[in-house]
């Protein structure tokens, strides 16, 4: 319910905006490149993913020098997590090293309060909602399990590869963070880049306290980062 209450509020406040916009002013094309991470106390070792997204906007004057741009596209985020479980003893000799990629999808929706500084050159910032589409874990392991039950060692190496879907009932179907950024204007396309920060946990809170949902080394308080690298084409 208090999803479908902030999805409602955040499509009233577009529509508001845009029937009291005095004039629409642009429209076109977005697309680039995200590297995304994830913020969180619970993991130790992360990297960021690369990633790509592709919308379009709409730009609505509301003074000389503001303006308000809803957005829409369809973006790639995600993070790579890798740890290592390791036993040396009379009996066994383990190494093993995970590498686990996560890449999840969405629909994501900024509404952006577009100031311009000079002809050219324009700083945004506002919320979005994103909304999951769907996701994959894809799992990477290397290295050797190596036991001596009889006296004698016998060697395994362990070198191979594995994915899954991520279920949509495990994601936050719904969620929400801020967007900063600019851009600079050349003809009919610009060059920006922008950096977004979620709010919203990543897992749906009713599966966090399941470990058993997650696999091994996830993150289960984690909201995404994410740097993106755009280029626009105004019509």
Not at 21 to 37: D, F, Y
Not at 38 to 63: C, H, Q, Y
Not at 176 to 192: A, H, K, P
Request: no cysteine; proline share 3%; glycine share 10%.
């Amino acid at each position: 319910m208090k999803k479908m209450i902030t999805l409602v509020m955040f499509v009233t406040t577009i529509v508001s905006y845009t029937l009291h916009a005095q004039e629409l002013t642009s429209k076109g094309l977005v697309g680039g490149l995200n590297l995304s991470n994830v913020s969180s106390d619970e993991i130790e070792k992360n990297s960021p993913k690369l990633g790509f997204a592709l919308g379009g906007f709409l730009t609505f004057k509301l003074g000389e020098k503001f303006a308000l741009r809803p957005e829409v596209y369809y973006t790639n985020k995600g993070y790579i997590s890798e740890f290592e479980i390791s036993s040396l003893s009379s009996q066994l000799d383990a190494s093993v090293k995970y590498v686990e990629t996560f890449s999840l999808n969405y629909i994501e929706i900024p509404l952006l309060g577009v100031f311009s500084l000079t002809k050219n050159l324009n700083v945004f910032a506002g919320p979005y909602l994103d909304f999951f589409l769907s996701g994959e874990l894809e799992i990477k392991i290397d290295g050797h399990y190596n036991t001596n039950d009889t006296g004698v060692w016998e060697y395994t190496n362990l070198d191979g590869s594995d994915s899954e879907d991520i279920n949509s009932d495990d994601i936050n179907s719904i969620g929400y963070g801020l967007t900063f950024g600019g851009e600079y204007l050349i003809g009919q396309f610009s060059i920006g880049a922008r950096y977004s920060l979620g709010l919203s946990n990543i897992p749906d809170e009713s599966v966090i306290q399941d470990e058993n949902v997650w696999p091994v080394g996830s993150v289960f308080d984690s909201k995404h980062i994410n740097i993106q690298l755009l280029v626009g084409f105004y019509f």
